[in-house]
């Protein structure tokens, strides 16, 4: 399937053609139900076995992996839940192969990313709720069954709508602009007195990151780290493609420079070295996520313990923090350097190899890595908690 995902002309800057037929292939395949267990009808996978399928995923097409962050996200909240109601209704619906995007984000307000602050209103009407806003940087919405839509009730407690995107009042426009990650469908969605069921209402667990301090809550760092490490599994999987580019360019040049240390190109003993540093690049990048991994998993079981689950919450986070600072630095340098071993040959815009670092680099910005080596750091050297927000 992934392999059919590959094959689909949706690769990230070379076609116009959003990935509608990729993610239909894993619609029907039903590959958001991967983290639901058998029980359920899902496929079971271990958070190991869900990043090392992701960054599978990512390799294939790196945009149709990030489309489904949120959703995956919204798998993890729900097995998560403690209204086993609620939970078996929406894990029910993701094993028959829906997805789910997300409206969270907002432009324009003075209240700082993280702050968990929003003007989108979910207000009582009658026997339902109505839902006014909008939202930007909803990535995967566009190519989504539902959307997860975070807004704020009239008691001031943060709620979340999930609705159905082609519902009245829901319009969705692809008017995302980033230099990379293209067609993700990371633009706006309005909503626009949008009538919303009792049972689509998701009260949060912790209304602020102010009281997850206070109550020592680790459920958003639970969060933070799962959405986070995604991002990271996405660029690792984007490295393959360097690897793979660079072995294909360097196998195919023909002729080199007269000062070369060698007439052929492929025989260079110093293009080879740059292929050799490449491609431990991706090969610690996928290390370093599986290791993240399986600090997450150690995580959901002391929460599911209950022992010590704060404590091993936060260690998934500073985990993951850390692979996020090693994996981009290290993958920015590697996808620049892919054009040394091509020279003027791989800058041909039809090669398409500045795809890679434009990728990377989007996907890198999400969530400053300078804040992350400023959290790890300053938890090491002073022993402060990393910020409680669902950003770490």
Not at 316 to 326: C, D, E, N, P, R
Request: hydrophobic residues 45%; aromatic residues 8%; contains cysteine.
């Amino acid at each position: 399937m992934i392999a059919e995902v590959a094959a689909s002309p949706t690769d990230s800057g070379r076609t116009t053609r959003g990935p509608h037929e990729a993610v239909d292939l894993l619609r029907k395949a039903c590959f958001g139900a991967l983290r639901v267990p058998r029980a359920q009808g899902g496929f079971g996978a271990s958070l190991r076995e869900f990043f090392a399928t992701l960054m599978d995923l990512a390799a294939a097409n790196s945009d149709v992996a990030h489309i489904l962050r949120a959703h995956f996200w919204f798998v993890e909240e729900r097995l998560r839940s403690p209204d086993e109601k609620q939970r078996d209704y929406w894990l029910a619906r993701i094993v028959a192969g829906e997805l789910f995007g997300n409206a969270m984000s907002e432009l324009g307000g003075s209240d700082a990313v993280g702050s968990w602050a929003f003007r989108t209103t979910l207000k009582p009407e009658g026997d339902d709720y109505v839902l006014d806003g909008d939202k930007y940087y909803c990535t995967g919405t566009l190519f989504s069954d539902w959307v997860n839509v975070f807004a704020v009730l009239p008691d001031g407690q943060l709620a979340s709508a999930c609705i159905p995107v082609s519902r009245s009042g829901v319009e969705l426009v692809d008017d995302w602009d980033g230099i990379g990650q293209r067609y993700t469908g990371s633009g706006t969605v309005f909503f626009r007195h949008v009538v919303v069921y009792p049972h689509e209402v998701l009260i949060s667990a912790v209304e602020t990151a102010d009281v997850a301090i206070e109550v020592k809550s680790g459920d958003p760092y639970l969060i933070g780290q799962f959405l986070q490490l995604i991002i990271t599994a996405i660029i690792a999987g984007v490295l393959r493609n360097v690897v793979g580019d660079a072995t294909d360019l360097l196998r195919s040049r023909k002729r080199s420079y007269s000062h070369a240390t060698n007439a052929s190109p492929s025989s260079d003993p110093l293009l080879l070295t740059v292929m050799g540093d490449i491609s431990a690049t991706a090969f610690a990048a996928e290390a370093v996520v599986l290791a993240a991994a399986d600090a997450q998993e150690a995580a959901l079981v002391a929460h599911a313990s209950g022992l010590d689950s704060f404590a091993a919450a936060h260690h998934g986070s500073v985990v993951t923090a850390q692979a996020k600072i090693i994996v981009d630095d290290l993958a920015l340098r590697a996808a620049n350097r892919l054009f040394e071993v091509g020279g003027s040959a791989a800058v041909k815009a039809s090669r398409g190899f500045d795809r890679h670092w434009r990728n990377i680099r989007t996907l890198a910005s999400h969530n400053p890595t300078i804040y992350k080596a400023h959290g790890v750091g300053d938890w090491l050297v002073n022993g402060t908690e990393l910020p409680n927000s669902g950003f770490f």
